[in-house]
Each structure stands twice: as C-alpha cells, then as structure tokens.
C-alpha cells in the first residue's frame, strides 16, 4: 500500500511539473524566468578570492553569485527602483543562509546606484550569453 502511495505521489509530481513547463501556463509571453528580491554586492575582503567557479572574484567585473540561478547563466539586474540595468554573469554561490536573491560585484552596484544603500529591490531575468550574440 505504501508502494502505491508513492508511485502516485511520484505521478503525481510528474504531472503538476509537467503543467508547470507548459508554455501556456507561463505568465510572460516571451518565455524569460524572472524573479523578483533583494541584492547586495560583495564585500572588498572577497578581492582575489575563489569563486564556485574556479575563478578569482574581482570586484571590477560584472559577476554575481546566487543560490536560485545555475552557475553560468547570464542575467540581466534591474533595480526597481531607478530602472537601472546591468547583464552579469552567475559565477559563485552564497551562504545558505542568506535570504538575498543576488549578491552582484561592486562594479555592477555601482552600475545599478545602490554602493551607498548596500542593498536594492531588484528583477532579475535569465538571458542568452550575450558573447555568443557579438561573435
């Protein structure tokens, strides 16, 4: 009996993810994953450190790190609350701990007009590698 339970709760799953990934469930018509949060920009103690990636963090570089979002992914970073926009790549992970959508380095926050908050309301939506666009 339990087997069964199972079995059904695992087809079950199946079916609302399948729902989920249907084009017409989604509520933007040109299929881009946006999320809405907070941002913070990284630290000067982070200067030179490893990223999940294996690089070096430089805050001059338009990198990010987020737990939502698969290293690599390009992103696109609004703040909401001057319009602001800056593309930057995931490149590292934060603590599980943190609650922020998106921690962005400090040339992105500079970009974005929130250095001196710390923190912003922020959008942030997957995009295409825009290298792969200038080749």
Same mark, same amino acid.
């Given at each position: 009996m339990k087997r069964l339970? /199972?079995? /059904?709760?695992?087809?079950?799953?199946?079916?609302?993810?399948?729902? %989920?990934?249907?084009?017409?469930?989604?509520k933007n018509t040109k299929h881009t994953i946006a999320l809405e949060g907070t941002a913070s920009y990284y630290a000067d103690k982070f200067q030179g450190r490893r990223m999940a990636n294996g690089t070096k963090y430089d805050w001059?570089?338009?990198?990010? %790190?987020? &737990?939502k979002i698969p290293l690599g992914t390009w992103v696109?970073?609004? &703040?909401?609350?001057?319009?602001?926009?800056?593309?930057v790549q995931i490149t590292d992970r934060m603590s599980r701990k943190n609650k922020r959508l998106i921690d962005?380095?400090?040339?992105?926050?500079?970009?974005?007009? /929130?250095v001196k908050k710390g923190l912003?309301?922020?959008?942030?939506?997957?995009?295409?590698?825009?290298?792969?666009?200038s080749k």
């Amino acid at each position: 009996m339990k087997r069964l339970f /199972f079995i /059904f709760v695992a087809l079950l799953g199946l079916c609302t993810l399948a729902v %989920a990934q249907h084009p017409s469930t989604k509520k933007n018509t040109k299929h881009t994953i946006a999320l809405e949060g907070t941002a913070s920009y990284y630290a000067d103690k982070f200067q030179g450190r490893r990223m999940a990636n294996g690089t070096k963090y430089d805050w001059r570089k338009y990198t990010a %790190a987020a &737990n939502k979002i698969p290293l690599g992914t390009w992103v696109r970073v609004r &703040n909401l609350s001057n319009k602001k926009t800056v593309i930057v790549q995931i490149t590292d992970r934060m603590s599980r701990k943190n609650k922020r959508l998106i921690d962005v380095s400090k040339a992105s926050a500079m970009k974005l007009g /929130f250095v001196k908050k710390g923190l912003a309301k922020v959008r942030v939506e997957i995009i295409d590698n825009p290298e792969k666009k200038s080749k």
